[in-house]
């Protein structure tokens, strides 16, 4: 897919680099993604391409307010144009945009995204397959929640006196980007708020105890997916054949059965007949405040009867990777601090960082030859925002160093070139 920019000898562009990044969102997205939606209709200066453009100068800014995305874009006339926008927008503009234009929008700019670049993520991203289930789709499910003033964020409940909004996730696990998200006041249960969340046949569907519900795992049995979930300790079943421990070199395992699930909600659900896996294990677990490391044990359920118990148990570790997402986006974009209190201002805000999100990414992987991390290429990214520097330079050959000031012959310049005349 030629998506790459061309190397060059020089790092000098005639765009700033926030215009060649958005290049990379192809223009008939954009164009379908409005036409479907009919999200410029009405509308004569402040389109869905201005608002994208504002709002990811927002994310990549970590701006704080509308006011500051405003003064960013309006500095410069010649930025302006090169950023193809007719005028820098003003803050009730933005305000009136992020209310009122339809959030679907960019969910769908979003989504399309993931189809198009998928070839590229999935060939060229360091994986390390598990062996035993080389080639199969893996899913991680799991929701994060911000908090919110109650009182401004009037749909966004959660307790009496607090409000909170919840994005509930599904992360493909090879490409680590997120392919299904449902944005819902944080009172929604976890479990409650993947009701729509459907895959194809023989995906394995990682998550936590927060979706130990037993319709889910009838759905996702009669959908011919796999799951690999946590287990509730008050849960009734019956043993029905012990197996056998791995070696030596996995002493973690303690315990390996088949299992029916003989509760009450159980038979009602119509799971009571279906032989599942039931696997305990030791794990490290670190204190979040401490630092320090003591084991515990966990039971881990799933419907593979014919996987390694060291499979299902890898599966599972490799639900930490969604956490490790969430923190990424948390510290690095804007979805903490919302710049719109109703919904369809901070679903768009929420979709437009996962736009960012992906457009990072997809540099940080493919464009750039170094090892950086997210949030330092992040940085950097921010820093050169603005400069007339080919993102191909930025992305491999900006580095953290010591550089001296250049010096320049002043002996020929009139003074008033060289001195601050302080008087009034």
Known sequence: MGFLPPHKNTKKSNKPLFKQILELIPNHILKDSVRIHGSDKGCSTYKTYDQLVSMTFGQLNKCLSLREINLGLSVDEKLIRDLKLKQSPAKSTMSDGNSQRDWKVFEHIYLELIKYYKG???????????????????????????????????????????????????????????DIVNITEAKISDRRGVDSFRYPKDTIIVDDRGYFDFKLFKLRIDDGNTFVTR?????????????????????????????FLTGIQAKQAGLDKIKLRRVAVIVDNVDRFTRKVTSKTIVIISNNLTWSASTIVELYKRRWQIETFFKLIKQNLQIKNFLGVNENSNKSQIFIALITYFLIELIRRNISKQKHRFGHFVTIIRVCLLQYKILDYVANDIKIVVKKAREYDVSNLDDKQVKINFST
């Open 231 to 259: 287990y509730k300790s008050n849960t009734v079943f019956e043993s029905i054949e012990e197996l056998d421990l791995p070696d030596d070199k996995q002493q973690e395992i303690l315990k390996d059965e088949i299992i």
């Open 120 to 178: 590229v993520f999935s060939k060229q991203q360091a994986y390390k397959e598990i062996a035993e289930i080389e080639g199969k789709s893996i899913k991680l499910i799991d929701a994060t929640v911000m908090s919110v003033c109650l009182n401004l964020f009037d749909w966004a409940k959660y307790r009496t006196a607090k409000g909170a909004i919840k994005i509930h996730t599904s992360l493909d696990e090879k490409t680590l980007l997120p």
